[in-house]
Nanobody, 120 residues
Framework: QVQLEESGGGLAQPGGSLRLSCAASGSILMVYAMGWYRQTPGKERELVASFHRNTGSTYLDSVKGRFTVSLDIATNTATLHMNNLKPEDTAVYYC??????????????WGQGTQVTVSS
């Protein structure tokens, strides 16, 4: 089994910063990519930022230059630094991992979600 444990998030003022972390644990042979999606009521979940072990980082256009994603392969931990936050960044953020587990099965895994609220 694989578990994704998220930490961070919370409330920030516009222009402020927050950090999200996500640690993958369990029967993991290899992590291909980890990152975050976000979702607001009535909207589809969207990719915010992801880091692939071979190709590097990918960002949603609206967060480029403000968010930075990193992946520590040694600890299977991803971190999202969010700077210059805007009210439109308010959402539930879900950690995502694309990894190879036991039996050489590659699959997608999701965290439980953490609320990020940007408000004055």
């Amino acid at each position: 089994q694989v578990q994704l444990e998220e930490s961070g998030g919370g409330l920030a003022q516009p222009g402020g910063s927050l950090r999200l972390s996500c640690a993958a644990s369990g029967s993991i042979l290899m992590v291909y990519a980890m990152g975050w999606y976000r979702q607001t009521p009535g909207k589809e979940r969207e990719l915010v930022a992801s880091f692939h072990r071979n190709t590097g980082s990918t960002y949603l256009d609206s967060v480029k230059g403000r968010f930075t994603v990193s992946l520590d392969i040694a600890t299977n931990t991803a971190t999202l630094h969010m700077n210059n936050l805007k009210p439109e960044d308010t959402a539930v953020y879900y950690c995502h991992a694309d990894l190879l587990g036991l039996g050489y099965v590659r699959d997608d895994y999701w965290g439980q979600g953490t609320q990020v609220t940007v408000s004055s």
